[in-house]
């Protein structure tokens, strides 16, 4: 057998491998949602991925691994599907608004994504008992958003206001989205972001307006 036959293969075991554990990453994410992080075992979610426990064990060495790797790819996923409508904008009110519209699109297509999210923030423990993701990894989200509305500042399209304490608040109005997904299958998420968007415009461009005088008025 020729070395580039040999390369191939192993090439194809790759490619096997990887997409058997991203079929258990997708079971996982649709258990999650559906079941509760609870109730949501291996053996549950090797059931929903149409496989064995073994194969899922073979892949992840616990239900702490396999949980992390949701977590990844479900912010991968939100990430890519939120680069091009952002990066399409040239300017900050244009980011911000592709900010908060794509955020909000991505839990309108990917709403059993964003449950299971919910779930393993809620219920997710470690082995120690401690929290996987607390406060702080929601703080980190926060960061690329305080710098965009620190850029529209600098650039003169925002008016003045605390950065970081806009990004937690906006952050914080499209973080409350999800809970009510999982209660609310009905829920308007496109009524929500129009509403949204044109609220958060409106509170970054408000202007310091000068007087003749040269005091400021509003």
């Not at 500042?153 to 008016?159: K, L, R, S, T, Y």
């Not at 806009?166 to 496109?190: E, H, Q, T, W």
């Amino acid at each position: 057998m020729s070395s580039g036959a040999v390369g191939t293969l192993a090439e194809g075991r790759t490619f096997i491998e990887a997409a058997r554990r991203g079929q258990v990453v997708a079971a996982a994410i649709e258990a999650i949602a559906g079941l509760g992080y609870p109730a949501a075992s291996l053996a549950r979610i090797a059931k929903c991925a149409g496989t064995s426990k073994g194969v899922v064990t073979y892949h992840f060495d616990n239900r702490e691994d396999l949980v992390r790797a949701v977590y990844s790819e479900v912010l991968a996923r939100a990430e890519e599907f939120m680069r091009g409508p952002i990066a399409a904008e040239t300017s900050a009110a244009g980011m911000l608004r592709a900010y908060i519209t794509s955020n909000l699109g991505f839990m309108r297509e990917f709403r059993t994504h964003v449950i299971a999210i919910l779930e393993i923030y809620w219920n997710a423990r470690d082995s120690a008992g401690e929290p996987l993701y607390d406060v702080a990894a929601l703080d980190a989200l926060i960061a690329p958003l305080e710098a965009l509305l620190r850029a529209g500042q600098e650039a003169d399209e925002f008016g003045e206001f605390d950065p970081r304490a806009m990004a937690f608040a906006i952050r914080g109005a499209i973080d409350a989205v999800p809970p009510r997904l999982a209660r609310d299958p009905d829920f308007d998420i496109d009524v929500y972001a129009a509403t949204l968007t044109a609220t958060f415009e409106l509170s970054v461009t408000t202007r310091r307006h000068r007087t003749a005088t040269g005091r400021s008025a509003r």
